[in-house]
């Protein structure tokens, strides 16, 4: 079961999952010991399955968006 501890820390990684461990346990009053701890036991329990990037619409200009495809009998 997760408390209100593992949510904070979830909440600041959905803001930014480069976040380093040292300024989660600042920003949340812990040391940084806790939160390897807490994150490190959210991945083996497969709360967190991974981490991610998210880009600008337009960072990948020529990028293929879809495949369309049509049959007409």
């Not at 997760?2 to 803001?15: G, T, V, W």
């Not at 991610?52 to 990028?63: F, I, K, S």
Request: no cysteine.
């Amino acid at each position: 079961m997760m408390d209100e501890l593992d949510q904070q820390i979830l909440a600041l990684l959905r803001q930014d999952a480069r976040m380093n461990v040292a300024t989660i346990a600042a920003r949340l009053d812990v040391s940084r010991g806790t939160v390897t701890n807490r994150i490190r036991k959210l991945e083996d329990g497969g709360v967190i399955v991974g981490y991610t990037v998210r880009l600008r619409p337009d960072a990948q200009p020529n990028e293929i968006r879809a495949w369309m495809s049509i049959a007409v009998e």
